[in-house]
């Protein structure tokens, strides 16, 4: 997958929820596989859909494309050996060392790329229409239902969930709205009302911890304001909390929770190079300690003289 290929496998990404990296080559010094211009899309995971450079580059830029993942902050990266750039490399450029047999060298800039917010709002009230256009200038994913058409389905781990029922049956929205699981999860209604609400999920069995995510009354206290201004106060609440990131996904409950698969890295003993720890590393025992490569060469090294590298790695 090339080109525009990986543009349209990550719009396509984007739309379905999930977060990822791109990783763009903008620079290389020859003999290197990968060019500028080529592109890559790493998911959180760590797979690597698109092609940046070789066997050298790819398990580098995965490593720290989850990082920009994790943290949310993209950066320039500098591969090659220490020796190629001396104090030539710019301030906020992160070099790390790989010890390709090519001597080549690549620029690769990571960039996170996060789904765009998804708010569903149920009602039929002017502020229920209201919010949703205010969100909908956002460029956010807005869905406005119904009460009565409000399903579990609706809603997920990477929803916000604002209930603008306003009395018609609350209740019921409210217990299905639980059930989903979403980041957030608000009521409009007065306090009174909430806790009215509130008391009934409780005595319908709803755990304690869930109920005490639900925001009641829905958005910033602003006093008392025209259902315009509540419709701004909501949505000032959600842009809040999703700046601080206090909106990570919900996990799922213990019944449908995912398996995360997480892939162990090691550093080749011979060229330090960060491998996934895994067969296609070429794994090397020796007393009972497994090693793992970059290539067939570094391992054929390690073969040849194997107490030089290990001697090396203990110190």
């Known amino acids: 997958m090339t080109g525009l ?19 763009t080559v903008v620079w290389r010094q020859g003999p290197s596989s990968g060019k500028q211009g080529s592109r890559a899309i790493i998911t959180a995971d760590g797979h690597l859909r698109g092609w940046i450079g070789g066997a050298c580059a790819e398990p580098v830029v995965i490593r720290e494309a989850k990082q920009v993942i994790a943290d949310g902050n993209a950066r320039l990266l500098l591969l090659g050996t220490p020796d190629q750039f001396g104090a030539a490399v710019p301030e906020g450029m992160t070099v790390v060392p790989i010890s390709c047999q090519s001597e080549g060298a690549l620029e690769v800039y990571i960039e996170p790329v996060f ?36 399903t579990t389905g609706h809603a997920d781990g990477r929803s916000m969930v604002v209930v603008a029922t306003q009395g018609h049956g609350d209740e019921e929205v409210m217990e299905r709205a639980v059930a989903a699981h979403p980041a957030y999860l608000g009521l409009v209604a007065s306090r009174r009302r909430g806790e009215a609400v509130l008391g009934y999920l409780a005595d319908r069995g709803v755990p304690k911890d869930q109920l005490d995510r639900v925001h009641v009354p829905a958005g910033l206290d602003l006093g008392n304001t025209t259902h315009e201004e509540i419709a ?33 890295e090691a550093a080749d003993p011979v060229c330090g190079m960060t491998v996934t720890a895994d067969a296609s590393a070429r794994p090397f ?31």
């Open 5 to 23: 290929n990986v543009l349209e496998e990550a719009a396509e990404l984007a739309r379905s929820g999930q977060a990822f990296a791109l990783a």
């Open 115 to 150: 789904p765009v917010p998804r708010l569903v709002i149920v009602g039929s009230s002017p502020m229920a229409g209201t919010l949703a256009k205010l969100a909908r200038a956002l460029d956010w994913s807005t869905d406005l239902v119904s009460g009565p058409d409000f």
């Open 232 to 264: 701004v106060a909501v949505l000032a609440e959600l842009v809040q909390l999703r700046a601080s990131g206090a909106l990570a996904p919900r996990p799922a409950p213990a019944a449908g929770k995912r398996l995360e698969l997480a892939f162990a």
């Open 285 to 315: 025992t020796r007393n009972g300690v497994t090693y793992y490569f970059c290539c067939a060469g570094c391992r054929r090294t390690f073969e040849e003289n194997p107490d030089a590298y290990v001697k090396a790695v203990l110190t």
